[in-house]
């Protein structure tokens, strides 16, 4: 009798895909001056058509897939958290001097066209002695998240800002991550800071320079943005 043929061993399984890593990339809105060269905090301008920059920081980098966003307040700050709590696009409110009406509160809170991430404000209570403190602050709140690798960050006052730029900086961040956006040759933000550099650059802040100092000694990695954006921060009221 001819030996039966022996059946033909069963396909290999597909692979299962492992569960995507948990790190994150945060943002981090350093908006906590007084903006004294502006004549009022940065935190509570709005441009033109009514639009709070504090508000678009935070959208920018939630867009950008930031998550969560860690935002720094200090001068006039509980006027500033409102004003982010209301998710503010009033163009009533351009001078940035009143508050939104309950109304503008209860329509835009949980506004259907705005991405969600959770949003972690802080106050820092020594805003007053400068960029530094503001960063310090942001950074000491991100190293209480344990799964983040990174920040993306970014001052208050680049209202051109987009999330393609915010998109290209953060890349494939790692905890030793050290980059910063260039606009034509020119410094400027975001800057993605990994993980391994949060604790080493808290013990170097000082006065109102942030983190320049520290960038410059670590070969931060610089990223050319000017085809996305200006890069422009604004001092002064046009």
Same mark, same amino acid.
């Given at each position: 009798?001819?030996?039966?043929? !022996?059946?033909?061993?069963?396909?290999?399984?597909?692979?299962?895909?492992?569960?995507?890593?948990?790190?994150?990339?945060?943002?981090?809105?350093?908006?906590?001056? +007084?903006?004294?060269?502006?004549?009022?905090? !940065?935190?509570?301008?709005?441009?033109?058509?009514?639009?709070?920059?504090?508000?678009?920081?935070?959208?920018?980098?939630?867009?950008?897939?930031?998550?969560?966003?860690?935002?720094?307040?200090?001068?006039?700050?509980?006027?500033?958290?409102?004003?982010?709590?209301?998710?503010?696009?009033?163009?009533?409110?351009?001078?940035?001097?009143? +508050?939104?009406?309950?109304?503008?509160?209860?329509?835009?809170?949980?506004?259907?066209?705005?991405?969600?991430?959770?949003?972690?404000?802080?106050?820092?209570?020594?805003?007053?002695?400068?960029?530094?403190?503001?960063?310090?602050?942001?950074?000491?709140? +991100?190293?209480?998240?344990?799964?983040?690798?990174?920040?993306?960050?970014?001052?208050?006052?680049?209202?051109?800002?987009?999330?393609?730029?915010?998109?290209?900086?953060?890349?494939?961040?790692?905890?030793?991550?050290?980059?910063? +956006?260039?606009?034509?040759?020119?410094?400027?933000?975001?800057?993605?800071?990994?993980?391994?550099?949060?604790?080493?650059?808290?013990?170097?802040?000082?006065?109102?320079?942030?983190?320049?100092?520290?960038?410059?000694?670590?070969?931060?990695?610089?990223?050319?943005?000017?085809?996305?954006?200006?890069?422009?921060?604004?001092?002064?009221?046009?």
């Amino acid at each position: 009798m001819a030996d039966m043929q !022996k059946p033909a061993p069963d396909p290999q399984p597909a692979s299962i895909p492992l569960p995507a890593s948990t790190a994150r990339v945060g943002g981090l809105v350093l908006a906590a001056g +007084a903006g004294s060269r502006y004549g009022m905090p !940065k935190a509570l301008v709005h441009d033109a058509a009514g639009r709070s920059w504090l508000q678009n920081a935070v959208d920018v980098l939630v867009a950008a897939g930031c998550s969560p966003v860690i935002v720094v307040l200090g001068a006039s700050g509980a006027h500033a958290a409102a004003l982010l709590n209301a998710g503010d696009n009033d163009p009533a409110s351009t001078n940035g001097a009143s +508050a939104p009406s309950p109304a503008a509160h209860s329509a835009r809170q949980h506004s259907a066209a705005r991405p969600t991430a959770s949003v972690l404000v802080v106050h820092a209570t020594d805003w007053a002695e400068g960029l530094s403190a503001s960063l310090r602050a942001g950074l000491r709140c +991100a190293l209480e998240q344990p799964d983040l690798v990174a920040v993306a960050v970014i001052p208050v006052d680049v209202p051109d800002l987009n999330t393609a730029t915010v998109a290209r900086l953060m890349g494939l961040s790692d905890a030793g991550t050290l980059r910063q +956006a260039r606009f034509a040759g020119r410094p400027g933000h975001p800057v993605v800071i990994g993980r391994a550099h949060w604790v080493p650059l808290l013990d170097t802040l000082a006065g109102d320079t942030g983190a320049r100092p520290y960038l410059r000694e670590h070969d931060v990695e610089a990223v050319e943005c000017g085809d996305l954006g200006t890069g422009a921060d604004v001092d002064r009221p046009d």
